[in-house]
């Protein structure tokens, strides 16, 4: 059993993971199962705030599963890069980071092989230099820091909304020519591998959008989210009738396949990740202070699927 004195407000899995040098998911972990207390009064809440003289103490009783990641060699489409940071072009299907489903060959352990001569190789997390989420399936532009202090300073620009973030997609169905979503979102109700604005715990959401090109049954069209909730885009467009095409959890509720023609299902059918993609990442960088600008091209499958809707779906004269 360990105590700890507060010297400062902040949330009480943010200053556990600093006393104990754990990584957050397993002082999550810990805290749910009952082994905190603030004041000598059990705390299940991870984000509990703490106030400066409060007295936290921990009883772990399960060592941490530590992961070992071994550096490996892979591609990296790199998009820019200086001794800070770094910026990696994600193709459809890489995974980011270690997780449940996947445990080698991830993004973080190709970083950690071609970094392994910086300071990279010592941050001590399962997500060193991870500072922001793309899915599985969304291709573009990942931020990458090398070090500790870039990378607290690139996860202060993303959570004040310091960086403007820019994505491209194609949608089910004719969308207006722009228009802002203003929709709190959290953990669906009944599906909790879901996220909706069926929740008991919204948080809100901002996402306004641009049409690019507009074509009978779909849209491509620009993405500027104000936010940035988990599946925040997929869900925003799926609620408002505009799935994302190839979506697999939010993308079942679309225009009705028998008024698409034939070549456009067929290359759907066969299409493995969603078609979403981050463009450009705009921000000061946060050591240099130079204005960056990072943009990735759109993929090769995006860009056929554009020409193959000029060809079969383009809108009437």
């Known amino acids: 059993m360990n105590r700890y004195s507060v010297d400062t407000d902040t949330r009480l899995d943010t200053f556990l993971a600093q006393k104990t040098s754990q990584s957050r998911s397993y002082i999550q972990e810990q805290i749910k199962k009952g082994r905190v207390s603030v004041n000598d009064c059990l705390v299940k809440k991870t984000s509990h705030r703490l106030k400066q003289m409060d007295s936290v103490t921990i009883s772990f009783l399960e060592e941490p599963i530590i992961s070992h990641l071994v550096p490996t060699p892979g591609n990296l489409d790199i998009l820019y890069e200086d001794e800070f940071l770094l910026a990696v072009n994600k193709a459809a299907g890489v995974i980011v980071h270690p997780g449940a489903g996947q445990k080698e060959n991830t993004l973080v352990h190709h970083l950690l092989h071609y970094l392994s001569t910086t300071q990279f190789s010592s941050l001590s997390n399962e997500r060193p230099g991870i500072v922001h989420r793309l899915d599985q399936g969304t291709t573009g532009v990942l931020l990458v820091a ?95 009738r505009f799935p994302i095409v190839g979506d697999p959890t939010y993308g079942r509720n679309k225009t009705k396949t028998s008024l698409v023609a034939e070549p456009i299902t067929e290359w759907i059918s066969q299409l493995d990740h969603t078609l979403l993609h981050a463009h450009s990442l705009t921000f000061t960088h946060p050591i240099t202070q130079a204005e960056l600008m990072i943009t990735a091209p759109l993929p090769s499958d995006f860009l056929f699927f554009l020409k193959l809707l000029q060809e079969h779906d383009a809108c009437p004269e």
């Open 146 to 240: 090398k070090d500790e202090k870039t990378q607290n300073l690139l996860s202060s620009l993303f959570k004040n909304r310091n960086i403007k973030k820019v994505y491209q997609a194609v949608t089910w169905g004719c969308m207006n020519v722009s228009g802002t979503i203003d929709a709190p979102i959290g953990r669906d109700r009944k599906d909790r591998k879901k996220i909706s604005s069926r929740t008991q715990k919204a948080r809100p959401a901002i996402t306004q959008w641009k049409s690019v090109t507009r074509f009978h049954h779909f849209t491509h069209v620009s993405l500027f989210p104000l936010t940035g909730r988990t599946h925040q885009l997929r869900v925003h467009l799926s609620e408002n």
